[in-house]
């Protein structure tokens, strides 16, 4: 009954925003920790960033530092993504997955994964 669903991508241009959504059900997010993972055609998964269960320590990667933003709505059981700034090279499909309380860089760590949501920066 876990279950994660992304929202929120779509087509931006260079230096646009989007705000990416995951919501969760069949568990709250009080001892989960939420990553949001990246996968452009031909590449690797990568991690983009990540928020831990109780002290809501978050995470980044390089390329996303300064520009992307997660934060959790517990209420809404709920974790987003702010993504501004974004480039051309951030086209990929985002998921977002989770963990028990400790986040972590390696996408194969996590046990949950939604669907996933197209983000297109061009033009």
């Known amino acids: 009954q876990v279950q994660l669903v992304e929202s929120g991508g779509g087509l931006v241009q260079p230096g646009g925003s989007l705000r990416l959504s995951c919501a969760a059900s069949g568990f709250t997010l009080d001892y989960y920790a939420i990553g949001w993972f990246r996968q452009a055609p031909g590449k690797e998964r990568e991690g983009v960033s990540c928020i831990s269960s109780s002290d809501a320590t978050t995470y980044y990667a390089e390329s996303a530092k300064g520009r992307f933003t997660i934060s959790r709505d517990n209420a809404k059981n709920t974790v987003y993504l702010q993504m501004n700034s974004l480039k051309p090279e951030d086209t990929a499909v985002y998921y977002c997955?989770?963990?028990?309380?400790?986040?972590?860089?390696?996408?194969?760590?996590?046990?949950?994964w939604g669907q996933g949501t197209q983000v297109t920066v061009s033009s």
């Open positions: 997955s989770t963990r028990k309380r400790w986040c972590d860089s390696s996408w194969y760590l996590y046990e949950y």
